[in-house]
């Protein structure tokens, strides 16, 4: 249940216009998306603000 919640979540993210239905074209769409670099500090710092959120 709980994968099907999170793929669709990732359908939402795409225009309406590409109609996905199935795993498949999830699959296809989420991997012709560029990657985003991030630096490592940026990582730091947002896991540094979770763990500081989920402590009270």
Not at 14 to 40: D, M, W
Request: aromatic content about 20%; overall charge positive.
């Amino acid at each position: 249940m709980r994968e099907y919640r999170l793929l669709d979540y990732f359908k939402q993210c795409f225009s309406s216009s590409l109609n996905i239905k199935t795993n498949k074209e999830l699959t296809y769409a989420l991997t012709s998306i560029p990657p985003y670099q991030v630096h490592f500090f940026m990582l730091k710092f947002c896991i540094f603000i979770v763990r500081l959120v989920n402590k009270y």
